[in-house]
C-alpha cells in the first residue's frame, strides 16, 4: 500500500516561486502547464493514476473507481487497487485512513469547517459498510496548535463542538489535530502516526506563513499486488 505526503522538494517540479516546486494544486494561481507537469511526475513516481478534489470545506464524499475530473468534494474513497487518492492542504489536515485488511482506504481534507460540519465521521460510517475490519488512521503535517491563531468568534464557533480544542494561553488557538484524535478514538479509529507542523517546516507549503503558496498532499492507494 502507497500511504505518503509529499513536500515542496519532494520530487522536481516545475513550479517556480512563490510556489516551488511540487506544487500539486491548480487553484491558487500557479501556470496550470507546470501543475499538470508536478501531477504527472507524482503519478509516474507512484505508478499509479491519482484521482484529486476540488475541495470547498464542505463535507462531501466521493467514492471512485477510476479517475475522472476532479470532483467538488473534500474526502475520496476506493476499493480499487492502484488507484491513489489525494488530499491537497497548505495548514489544514490531510487524513488518510485504510483498513486492516486493506481492502478500502479514503483520503480526507480536514479543515476547521470539516471538523464542524463532521466529514470524518461520514468517511468513517462510509467505509464501514465497505469493511468490517478495523480501521487505521494517518495525521499529516498541519498547522499545529500553537500556530493555529484565532479570534473570539472561531474559537466560539469550534468550541461548541470541540471545548477541548480551544486553547486560552497567551494567544487564543485552535488545537485542529488534538479534535480530530478525539474524534477518531471515539470512533474505534487508532491513529498510526502523527505529524506537525505546516507553519514552522519551510519545506511544507503553508497559507498562514505565507498567503501566496502551493499546496502539497497526501497520497494512498491499496496495492495493485494484493
Not at 3 to 25: C, K, M, Q, V, Y
Not at 101 to 122: E, T, Y
Not at 206 to 215: F, I, K, L, P
Amino acid at each position: 500500500m502507497i500511504r505518503t505526503f509529499t513536500s515542496r522538494s519532494f520530487l522536481t517540479g516545475e513550479s517556480h516561486s512563490p510556489f516551488d516546486s511540487l506544487n500539486l494544486a491548480l487553484h491558487v494561481g500557479d501556470d496550470p502547464d507546470a501543475v499538470k507537469e508536478n501531477r504527472a511526475r507524482l503519478s509516474q513516481r507512484f505508478g499509479v493514476p491519482i484521482q484529486y478534489m476540488n475541495q470547498v470545506h464542505g463535507a462531501d464524499v466521493r467514492q471512485v473507481d477510476k479517475v475522472v475530473p476532479d470532483p467538488t468534494v473534500d474526502a475520496l474513497i476506493t476499493m480499487t487497487p492502484g488507484l491513489g487518492l489525494a488530499v491537497m492542504v497548505a495548514d489544514c489536515i490531510p487524513l488518510l485512513i485504510w483498513d486492516e485488511s486493506q481492502s478500502v482506504v479514503a483520503a480526507v481534507h480536514v479543515g476547521r469547517r470539516g471538523a464542524i460540519n463532521g466529514i470524518v465521521a461520514s468517511v468513517i460510517g462510509q467505509m464501514r459498510s465497505l469493511s468490517s475490519a478495523s480501521l487505521l488512521a494517518e495525521i499529516g503535517p498541519h498547522i499545529c496548535a500553537d500556530c493555529y491563531v484565532v479570534g473570539e468568534e472561531i474559537a466560539t464557533e469550534f468550541g461548541a463542538a470541540h471545548p477541548h480544542a480551544v486553547l486560552r494561553r497567551d494567544k487564543l488557538t485552535l488545537d485542529l489535530s488534538g479534535a480530530l484524535r478525539g474524534d477518531l478514538a471515539d470512533m474505534k479509529v487508532r491513529v498510526t502516526n502523527h505529524h506537525s507542523c505546516t507553519v514552522e517546516d519551510p519545506l511544507l507549503y503553508s497559507y498562514r506563513r505565507d498567503g501566496v503558496t502551493g499546496r502539497f498532499a497526501g497520497v494512498i492507494s491499496l496495492s495493485s499486488t494484493q
